[in-house]
């Protein structure tokens, strides 16, 4: 079935260094790439998505390359605080249609 | 807006026992999704609806699992009957259609002894 492989599992970073997050989709009518954060105990937040259309988009310290060719995106956290330690998914829609299937996530840990 | 109401927050049940999940999607959304959540497994899509109709629930676990979603503002998870392995989080999310994004609602923490 169609899957979407994300990496690195674990991620520690210091206050104000940069953090990647990098995830592979396996169907190529994959259209919409979102991201999501996941605070403990709480649901997943939308922070930032792409769609196909659109090699990278900006908001603030957070970024998502897109590269359809090989089938990967990226989100990148810059100047990165203690509160941005969470759970980050990604996520990739499949046959084209609004239902996502989500990467397994990455627990990113920012140490002051 | 209230956002995706999802009941019970917490359910602890009985092996054996029917268990019912419930879900009110955002008003004007027409798609409704129902995850669950594993340490194991990640989030795991079970089954998503396109106004009130089932599209695809290739990933309900088995003949145990059913859901439903009879109008466009309540959906229901069930589980009859419950096994210790059906224990985690299940989320309910809905969206205003495709290249948009969910809102989650809180879940609702199952725990099958």
């Known amino acids: 079935g169609e899957n979407v492989e994300q990496h690195p599992s674990t991620l520690s970073v210091q206050e104000g260094d940069s953090a990647v997050i990098k995830c592979t989709y396996s169907?190529?009518?994959?259209?919409?790439f979102p991201w999501y954060k996941q605070e403990l105990g709480k649901r997943p937040q939308l922070i930032i998505d792409?769609?196909?259309?659109?090699g990278e988009k900006k908001d603030q310290r957070i970024a998502v390359t897109l590269n359809k060719t090989a089938k990967h995106f990226s989100l990148h956290i810059t100047e990165t605080q203690p509160e941005d330690s969470a759970v980050y998914f990604c996520?990739?829609?499949?046959?084209?249609?609004?239902?996502?299937?989500f990467g397994k996530g990455t627990t990113l840990s920012v140490s002051s | 807006d209230a956002g995706v109401i999802q009941s019970p927050r917490h359910e602890v049940t009985e092996m054996g026992q029917e268990v019912t999940l419930r879900c009110k999607p955002i008003?004007?959304?027409?798609?409704l999704f129902w995850y669950r959540q594993t340490m194991m497994r990640g989030l795991e899509l079970l089954i998503y609806?396109?106004?009130?109709?089932?599209?695809?629930d290739s990933g309900m676990p088995e003949d145990r699992f059913s859901a439903k979603m009879p109008n466009a503002s309540f959906s229901t998870l069930k589980i009859q009957p419950s096994e210790p392995r059906d224990s985690a989080v299940y989320f309910c999310?809905?969206?205003?259609?495709?290249?948009?994004?969910?809102?989650f609602g809180s879940g609702t923490r199952l725990t099958v002894v």
């Open positions: 609806f396109n106004n009130n109709v089932p599209i695809d």
């Open positions: 008003s004007g959304h027409n798609s």
């Open positions: 999310a809905s969206s205003p259609g495709q290249h948009y994004g969910y809102t």
């Open positions: 996520a990739a829609s499949f046959q084209a249609g609004t239902a996502l299937i």
């Open positions: 169907d190529s009518a994959s259209n919409y």
């Open positions: 792409i769609r196909s259309n659109v």
